[in-house]
């Protein structure tokens, strides 16, 4: 084996390499077969080499936006040319387009979000994914199979997508309007569904549940909607007087009779003075703790005395 490989003999070594799974390595090999055919002033095939060594960057074990818009923007160029990736050959276009929709996904799931203008912001851009998702049909993405990124059908990322895409919607307007969060979610549960997510679909559902309920809170009488949104549940001591408080409307008493409903208003009033209360109980115990054991002291202190 000759010592200096050609730029050709390098990009077969680096093709061998991916094939072996060695994508560290094959990316080393196409960075030297880039350097060589530069040198040769050979420029597309020095582009060609450093845009497989672009694409073996995806080798990493979870590749996210960069790496992927990294692949997309290097691939770009090339159109429909087609492109060698281990056992498989993909047209450049078609590789490009999978790294856009894995780049953007990665960019819309690994967003930061706590407000519910941040959630609104990404709803549009989740159901826009989706409908790309959509157009590819039942393709699998080449990009994830040829990594080991497991399979990734488009067919599955459409609905799964959408689903996203409804519950940023829910969360968008969950405080102001559970009602309509609920239908987001009921929404959003068919669309896990399909996608093949039964345990988020459950999720969903219980989320439609939660938010779709109405109450009148025990305390103030104020018509609330969403538990955990609006108003929470809390242990209450009840009788059969409770029927006559709860009258005619919403419940005011969980059906248990073990418990009320509380709007959040009143319920963070409760806990303020529960709190208050705790803390002034706690500072007479331990006065009345240090009253006796300055009255044990002083009985010591009489013991001791008449010797
Ligand atoms: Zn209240």
């Known amino acids: ?81 087609p492109f060698k990736v281990g056992p498989v050959e993909v047209p450049a276009s078609t590789l490009t387009q999978e790294a856009r929709l894995l780049s953007e996904g990665c960019d819309l799931l690994d967003s930061p979000v706590e407000t519910p203008a941040q959630w609104a912001a990404l709803a549009p851009r989740f159901q826009n994914l989706s409908m790309a998702y959509r157009q590819l049909g039942n393709q699998n993405l080449s990009l994830t199979q040829v990594f080991g990124h497991g399979s990734v ?88 007087w409770t029927t006559s408080a709860t009258g005619l409307g919403l419940p005011s008493v969980d059906p248990s009779r073990s418990a009320v409903y509380a709007c959040k208003g009143c319920a963070s009033t409760v806990d303020g003075i529960a709190d208050e209360r705790a803390r002034q109980r706690a500072e007479e115990v331990e006065a009345k703790l240090e009253q006796e054991i300055a009255q044990l002291r002083r009985e010591m202190e009489a013991i001791r005395m008449p010797r």
């Open 153 to 240: 059908s488009a067919s599955k990322m459409a609905p799964f997508m959408a689903a996203m895409a409804e519950e940023a919607m829910g969360q968008a307007v969950l405080l102001e309007r559970p009602k309509e969060a609920a239908e987001h979610f009921e929404n959003a549960r068919n669309w896990w569904t399909q996608a093949g997510e039964p345990e988020k679909a459950q999720a969903a559902a219980s989320r439609v549940g939660l938010y779709g309920k109405s109450a009148k809170c025990w305390f103030c009488g104020r018509e609330v909607t969403g538990e955990g949104v609006q108003y929470i549940v809390r242990n209450a001591e009840m009788g059969p």
């Open 1 to 81: 084996m000759p010592l200096f490989k050609t730029a050709e003999e390098l990009m077969g070594v680096a093709q061998d390499r991916v094939l072996r799974g060695d994508f560290g390595t094959a990316r080393t090999r196409y960075l030297e077969a880039s350097r060589k055919f530069a040198d040769q002033g050979n420029v597309p095939m020095a582009n060609l080499a450093s845009a497989y060594a672009t694409l073996m960057g995806l080798g990493i074990p979870n590749p996210r936006r960069a790496e992927y818009g990294a692949v997309a923007q290097a691939l770009a160029p090339f159109g429909g040319m």
